[in-house]
């Protein structure tokens, strides 16, 4: 079987390129897809009339191009929400971003915070070498001690030292030195960050995108694992099958793909990139719970880092009178009786279920790959194998193709980008 294009990996990118090279009318594509249902991390489960995403997937949408083409797809199954997210500290409560509501901690952490700032603002800056180096810059000692390495050490299972700072610039809100400042005697009168209002599907949770791009899609082959790639003779194994293609657009994850072709000094490439994985808990509960987006939890005590609200995204999203949660963890955190039983002990010491609270049903997901880790050898080793294989004909896309912390709205327009470049 012969193809001009064989996209690898029916996620939100692969179905973009696929559904427009179908809009520009080329159809010579396959779009070839490891599991039974496409979609990727963006699809969504329905249990006991609960939707359940991957753990929450809420649509940042920042340019007008990825506003138009999720309106055309969703039409008026598109809701805009504001974000109702805080961090839960020791005893306080702060409002999301941390480091601009300095106002709602404790007295003693407000002046390690506030202290730490002063003294920063008056040291003359050099370039940051590390994320650790950035945080102290922005936000000084007081912040990057009481939040900023506790959460990101969870989170990214690393001390910010041992990480870049190359990712930081749009996804840790920066207040100005005198916001933070005036953010420790009152609330902020603005909302920081990239996600301060976010998107939604009202119905079928963030799957529905997924299903409004694969209505249009031809070619699109599921249960089609693809085994081994050969960037010299052009062609692919899928299913035992020999597949030769013009362009091979990748989406999988990057080191995936380097060692699928057999080269070794790709394969060396790959053995430089590191990723983290996340265990996502979800439950639901027969009680309706004061609406909220998210919570970070920064605490060691606390094994998971993020909680979110499923039936907050959506009236849908679960029958009324329930109230559907996911809680982001590690990847390694144990999926046993224990483990849930620390989740519970936790959730309860927060106030966020109550010991009378009758649990409906719990379940695991795994995402074995979540967040490309910005160390010292991800910026070079990533650069070297987007060269080698763009110079084969091979594009890779997508937040694991370019192994990026990226996010929808970036994958559904490489997508577009893409492929207006093939046609
Ligand atoms: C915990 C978490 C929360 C997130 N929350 C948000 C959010 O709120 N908002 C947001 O905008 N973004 C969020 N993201 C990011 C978002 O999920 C991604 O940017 C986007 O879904 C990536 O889509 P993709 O198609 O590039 O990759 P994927 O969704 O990973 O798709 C890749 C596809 O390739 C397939 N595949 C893999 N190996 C093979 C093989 N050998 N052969 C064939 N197929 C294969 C996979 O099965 C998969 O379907 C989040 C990510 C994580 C991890």
Request: aromatic share 12%; with cysteine; glycine share 8%.
């Amino acid at each position: 079987m012969h193809v001009k294009t064989l996209i690898l990996g029916a996620g939100l990118t692969g179905l973009s390129t696929a559904y427009h090279l179908e809009k520009a009318g080329q159809t010579d594509y396959l779009l070839a897809e490891k599991e039974s249902t496409p979609g990727g991390l963006c699809k969504s489960q329905v249990i006991n009339g609960c939707t359940f995403d991957f753990s929450g997937h809420l649509l940042h949408l920042h340019t007008k191009q990825g506003k138009q083409l999720v309106k055309s797809l969703l039409g008026a199954n598109l809701r805009r929400l504001k974000r109702r997210a805080w961090i839960y500290t020791g005893s306080a409560r702060v409002p999301f971003p941390f480091q601009a509501n300095l106002f709602a901690l404790p007295e003693a952490e407000r002046q390690q915070c506030v202290n730490g700032l002063l003294a920063c603002a008056q040291t003359p800056k050099t370039a940051p070498k590390n994320f650790k180096e950035w945080c102290l810059n922005a936000f000084g000692p007081g912040v990057y001690q009481v939040f900023m390495r506790p959460y990101n050490t969870k989170l990214w299972g690393r001390d910010p030292q041992e990480m870049t700072c190359d990712w930081c610039g749009s996804f840790v809100p920066t207040p100005t030195v005198d916001e933070v400042l005036k953010s420790a005697v009152k609330p902020p009168t603005k909302s920081y960050g990239y996600n301060a209002y976010f998107y939604y599907p009202a119905r079928g949770g963030c799957g529905a995108l997924t299903d409004a791009l694969t209505r249009s899609i031809t070619h699109l082959s599921l249960n089609t694992p693809v085994t081994r790639v050969d960037l010299t003779r052009k062609t692919a194994q899928c299913k035992g099958k020999t597949i030769s293609f013009d362009y091979l657009v990748n989406t999988l994850p990057l080191p995936e793909l380097l060692r699928l072709t057999g080269e070794a000094e790709l394969a060396a490439l790959a053995d430089k990139l590191v990723h983290t994985q996340v265990a996502v808990y979800n439950f639901a509960i027969k009680r309706q719970v004061k609406p909220f987006s998210w919570i970070y939890f920064p605490d060691k005590q606390d094994p998971f880092y993020r909680i979110g609200l499923q039936s907050g995204f959506s009236p849908v999203n679960a029958p009324k009178g329930v109230s559907a949660f996911y809680v982001e963890l590690p990847g390694d955190y144990p999926h046993t009786q224990a483990g849930e039983a620390r989740i519970w002990k936790a959730l309860a010491q927060k106030g966020i279920i109550k010991e009378s609270d009758d649990v409906l049903f719990s379940f695991w997901q795994s995402l074995p790959y979540a967040y490309a880790v910005y160390d010292k050898f991800r910026a070079s080793a990533v650069s070297q194998a987007l060269k080698a294989l763009a110079g084969r004909g091979c594009f890779c896309a997508g937040r694991y193709g370019k192994w990026e912390y990226s996010f929808m709205e970036k994958s559904l327009l490489e997508g577009l980008e893409l492929a207006k470049k093939l046609v």
